[in-house]
């Protein structure tokens, strides 16, 4: 008999399920692969076959213009992917369509969460904490010096900017996918109804997430806008625009950043932001052990980020733990 | 939050939010705009005790970064400890996130900046530890942020002496001379000087006090040439500058930056026989400067007696201080700061006999016939291990700061050797996430015959953003070895090293230092093996 999980296997460049051979996330071309979620870092093109949810194949296919191989895999559905394995995709709560994978072989469990968060996003479905032996989960914030607010708190501070600057603009530095929709959504919950102006390379992506349900109200594009029409409204473009010569047009924009790594003031000044918005699609430190402690593994998986705090965390609370070395993962935006 | 509606006091939650608007404003304009309107809205003392610590005035023994480090051991666990503050990078910010949220939250007394700095100031190095944590406790993330640092001091928001005192001056609309002037001899929370500006009382009365004078400073001179009709020049000694006031009978030396540094260096405090503020360099005698007839040990010499709060008998006998006098700015009552230099001159040289040789004597001026002369006589600067020249207007009135065409410094040419990057640590603050602090090193012999390289230096300074970017993923990708925050990279990466000068040293197992290093150039194009060996830069000592 084969040794327990030896059939789940992480190598540097994705995690291989060796009876079926198949990959999940992997970061260079394979024939068959499990794709966890849109961001580029998780979802690359050229794979053979590509099983992921509807929405995560539908962002796919606008950033790779293909279908070719797409298999879809609504939440809750188990499929059969060989060698005596399956898959379920279970909502992991980081962006539309993003999953977790239950994988099961032999009456072992395994899940992998892909990026993850616990709180609240009106843009996607909640995660699902699911019992399973080995969790895999990712560690973006794992330090506790992260803890992120709620996004209430930061969605009053980017309104009170606003007010504060009726002959400016805020320009909200935003990750294109996800992030820039979760703001949006919750400018709108928070009863703000003028318009938002986006750079052009957020266009494509917003009306993906309202043909998929998500409503965002009036959104225009900067490039259809003169300088005075955007004086008092707030502008949303990706992190890469905010010092670029791109933000030449825009009036007097007073630059503000969404993204968990704006707890920590070095990293806003870095980036020459004035007005930092703790706001992140992945899970805090709280979110992470809470989660862990939940799902309650016999074993916990770390794929990327800070892992050696984590790791810490669990052999202080005597739990077993290992970091994988993966690469491809960043996440320097989020 | 914001303004106590009972007693008007301002809180520590509205000097935290002044912190973080700083911190996030890089405009100079917008920085001395918060800060004035906070100086304007805020009473006595908070004002005064916020303005002391923005600008590093206060210091309170009790509460060090480790008294905080220590507080947070018993706290969390030190590895996880570790890991934070090495990612964030700073003691107070670390701790003011991972301090843990009280179980009670009932709502809690409101904080005055005047409590807290009250409340700090009573604390000892026993108290401390029981006393901090209830202060902690009543304050948010951003509050614990602000008292911490409050607290330990350095701010780190990019506020200097200078920027807070022109934003007083802008606050209150009175003269940034003036506020400099009256500043350095007054004491936090500096009652005088708000009752002065704020409140339009009389002008603190200083006639008396052995006070700071501002300096005046001088601009590098680029590729100028100046008519030495016009210009007197002098040698730019390698020492600190030091202004040396005395008034009613008491002595004091102040650093180039207003820091009274008396107690460093007491042999000085009873020599001056009048009443005067004197401008001059700060140097210890020897011959490395200039030679015998020079009498000034190199910089490295002055370095053992900078910094000592108590100085040993034997440290004021093997490195003795003496003051380099260039400039009279106040003699017995008359103030000569608006006098052209010449008028100066002749006051200063007619005072020295008046001085003991043992603890002055004159900065000699340079003669030469005409610029290019002039220009020969500086090439000799390093060989006699001097910094340059400086170039003084002949009309030139003492003014504080530096106005164009009034004074020039003309600094030697500095050296240049091309360097091997070793190691790699990450910076702190803003560039907290970036390997930016390079060791670098020179090779032992023939690297192709299997010669080593011995670290010679380290260096911060001197590229570009972008490059900085490009380095960090050069060291990313080329590491060989991690410890903590430092990593040992592939010896690939040669940089042309730029410094002033280098002297022999036991701290380093190259036996040389540098002084002033800084990356002049960085050498993607170049080989390793091509970067320069020891004996090369042993060769450039000038001690």
């Known amino acids: ?334 | 939050m914001g303004q106590c509606a009972a007693c008007g006091a301002q809180l520590v939650e509205e000097f935290a939010a002044l912190l973080d608007a700083l911190v996030y404003t890089t405009s100079r304009n917008r920085k001395l705009a918060l800060i004035a309107a906070y100086l304007r809205a805020a009473p006595d003392p908070d004002r005064g005790w916020a303005l002391a610590a923005l600008t590093d005035g206060l210091d309170f023994p009790a509460v060090k970064s480790n008294t905080i480090r220590t507080l947070m051991m018993d706290r969390v666990d030190p590895v996880l400890w570790a890991l934070s503050r090495d990612f964030v990078g700073d003691t107070a910010e670390t701790a003011s996130l991972l301090w843990p949220e009280p179980e009670d939250s009932a709502p809690q007394p409101d904080m005055s900046v005047g409590e807290v700095v009250e409340r700090l100031s009573a604390l000892t190095r026993a108290t401390a530890p029981r006393e901090l944590p209830g202060l902690l406790d009543r304050l948010d993330s951003n509050g614990r942020y602000a008292l911490i640092k409050l607290a330990t001091g350095g701010m780190r928001v990019g506020v200097s002496a200078r920027l807070a005192k022109t934003a007083f001056a802008l606050a209150f609309e009175v003269p940034v001379e003036e506020v400099e002037e009256y500043w350095h001899a007054l004491a936090p929370p500096y009652p005088e000087l708000f009752a002065w500006a704020a409140d339009g009382g009389e002008a603190p009365d200083l006639a008396h006090a052995p006070r700071f004078r501002p300096f005046m400073l001088a601009h590098p001179l680029e590729d100028g040439v100046v008519d030495l009709a016009d210009y007197a020049a002098e040698w730019k000694w390698d020492g600190i500058r030091v202004q040396i006031v005395r008034a009613g009978g008491v002595t004091r030396i102040y650093s180039r930056s207003g820091d009274d540094i008396s107690a460093t260096f007491p042999e000085l405090l009873d020599v001056l026989p009048v009443d005067a503020v004197l401008d001059g360099e700060l140097l210890v005698r020897g011959s490395a400067q200039g030679g015998e007839a020079g009498g000034a040990a190199s910089f490295n010499a002055l370095q053992q007696r900078l910094g000592r709060k108590t100085v040993s008998g034997k440290m004021l006998k093997d490195y003795p201080a003496f003051v380099r006098l260039y400039d009279v700015l106040l003699l017995e009552g008359h103030d000569w700061r608006e006098q052209p230099w010449k008028l100066r001159r002749a006051t200063l040289e007619g005072l020295m006999p008046r001085l003991p040789v043992s603890h002055f004597d004159l900065s000699q001026l340079v003669e030469a016939e005409d610029f290019a002369a002039l220009a020969r006589i500086r090439d000799t600067a390093r060989d006699e291990a001097i910094e340059g020249l400086m170039l003084k207007h002949r009309d030139s009135p003492y003014v504080a700061g530096r106005k164009v065409a009034l004074w020039y410094k003309w600094k030697r040419d500095p050296l240049l050797i091309d360097c091997v990057m070793m190691y790699a640590q990450r910076g702190s603050g803003k560039r907290s996430s970036f390997y930016s602090d390079y060791t670098f090193g020179c090779w032992a012999g023939d690297p192709d015959a299997g010669a080593e390289l011995l670290p010679v230096g380290k260096a911060y300074s001197g590229f570009t953003d972008e490059e900085l970017k490009k380095i960090d993923r050069f060291v990313r990708q080329n590491t060989r070895s991690k410890f903590g925050p430092v990593r040992e990279v592939e010896r690939k990466l040669v940089f042309e090293v730029a410094f002033d000068s280098v002297h022999a040293s036991k701290r380093h197992k190259s036996g040389l230092a540098m002084r002033f290093p800084r990356i002049h150039r960085i050498r993607w194009d170049k080989p390793a093996h091509e970067a320069d060996r020891i004996d090369a830069l042993r060769a450039l000592i000038k001690d």
């Open chain 1, 1 to 334: 008999m084969e040794p327990p999980f030896s059939w789940i296997r992480p190598e540097p460049w994705g995690i291989h399920i060796v009876p079926a051979d198949i990959w999940v996330d992997p970061s260079r071309p394979v024939a068959r692969a499990l794709v966890t979620h849109g961001h580029a870092d998780h979802a690359r093109g050229g794979h053979g076959e590509t099983i992921a949810t509807p929405a995560t194949l539908a962002i796919m296919e606008l950033r790779y213009q293909t279908r070719a191989g797409a298999m879809a895999a609504g939440y809750g559905e188990t499929l059969d992917i060989g060698g005596g394995v399956t898959a379920t995709f279970l909502p992991a709560g980081h962006v539309l369509g993003s999953a977790q994978i239950l994988l099961e072989h032999a009456g072992e469990r395994v899940i992998i969460t892909g990026d993850y968060k616990r709180a609240p996003d009106p843009t996607c479905e909640g995660f699902k904490v699911t019992p399973c032996d080995i969790f895999i989960t990712e560690a973006t914030f794992g330090l506790p010096v992260f803890n992120h607010p709620p996004i209430g708190e930061e969605i009053a501070k980017l309104l009170a900017a606003r007010e504060a600057n009726p002959d400016a603009c805020i320009l909200v530095g935003a990750y294109a996918l996800g992030k820039a929709q979760r703001v949006i959504a919750e400018l709108r919950a928070a009863g703000h109804h003028e318009t938002i102006w986006l750079h052009g390379a957020m266009e494509a992506m917003c009306r993906l997430y309202e043909e998929h349900g998500v409503p965002l109200g009036d959104l225009r594009l900067v490039s259809d806008a003169t300088k005075d029409q955007m004086r008092g409204h707030i502008v949303m473009a990706p992190p890469s625009a905010l010092g670029d010569r791109w933000s030449r047009r825009l009036p007097d924009p007073v630059t503000a950043m969404a993204s968990g790594w704006m707890r920590v003031r070095a990293r806003a000044r870095q980036r020459g932001v004035e007005l930092p918005l703790v706001i992140s699609d992945h899970a805090d430190w709280n979110e992470l052990t809470r989660t862990i402690t939940e799902v309650n593994p016999a074993e916990t998986w770390i794929t990327h980020g800070r892992e050696e705090a984590l790791l810490r965390w669990c052999e202080l609370g005597q739990r077993r733990a290992r970091a994988l070395a993966l690469v491809g993962y960043e996440d320097e935006d989020d």
